[in-house]
């Protein structure tokens, strides 16, 4: 949930039974001002500052990218010439988890919710802002360790 100043309410998908949820992160490896915390965030992934595909359409508000200044929002549609642009968002980050997991699968065969929650947590590195801690409301388990979760 992208809800961090309303409080983080625990809201669907991530309230529902069996779903991972993902918190987002900067590119500095801290939480995102809008990412929302508690206990049921299991990871965090990249969620700032993400190339994504946009829609085409007339009107259709679109984000620009300057590599120095970030992500420019002013709010009106703006021209583009092309069909990508820079997001934000925890739906952000939970695409990179679920890559992971295609790869894991790719690589090792299927497996349960419940496993393949457990190796994306067991295989995350734990940044300095969660103190030496094995859980934190903000990074759940850790930051997402594609390398680490394949060799799990």
Same mark, same amino acid.
């Given at each position: 949930?992208?809800?961090?100043?309303?409080?983080?309410?625990?809201?669907?998908?991530?309230?529902?039974?069996?779903?991972? $949820?993902? /918190?987002?992160?900067?590119?500095?490896?801290?939480?995102? =001002?809008? #990412?929302? &915390?508690?206990? %049921? !965030?299991?990871? @965090?992934?990249?969620?700032?500052?993400?190339?994504?595909?946009?829609?085409?359409?007339?009107?259709?508000?679109?984000?620009?990218?300057?590599?120095?200044?970030?992500?420019?929002?002013?709010?009106? $549609?703006? /021209?583009?010439?092309?069909?990508?642009?820079?997001?934000? =968002?925890? #739906?952000? &980050?939970?695409? %990179? !988890?679920?890559? @992971?997991?295609?790869?894991?699968?790719?690589?090792?065969?299927?497996?349960?919710?419940?496993?393949?929650?457990?190796?994306?947590?067991?295989?995350?590195?734990?940044?300095?802002?969660?103190?030496?801690?094995?859980?934190?409301?903000?990074?759940?388990?850790?930051?997402?360790?594609?390398?680490?979760?394949?060799?799990?």
């Amino acid at each position: 949930g992208n809800d961090r100043e309303q409080g983080s309410p625990v809201s669907a998908p991530a309230a529902l039974p069996g779903v991972i $949820a993902v /918190a987002a992160t900067g590119v500095d490896d801290s939480i995102a =001002g809008f #990412s929302s &915390a508690g206990p %049921h !965030v299991a990871l @965090a992934a990249p969620g700032v500052g993400i190339w994504s595909c946009l829609p085409l359409r007339p009107g259709a508000a679109a984000h620009r990218y300057d590599p120095e200044l970030g992500p420019a929002r002013a709010g009106r $549609a703006i /021209a583009r010439a092309c069909r990508y642009g820079v997001l934000d =968002g925890t #739906s952000l &980050a939970a695409a %990179h !988890v679920s890559a @992971a997991v295609a790869l894991l699968f790719a690589m090792h065969g299927k497996d349960s919710p419940a496993r393949v929650r457990e190796r994306l947590m067991t295989s995350a590195w734990r940044p300095r802002a969660m103190r030496g801690e094995l859980f934190d409301h903000d990074y759940g388990a850790g930051i997402l360790d594609v390398l680490a979760l394949l060799s799990s």
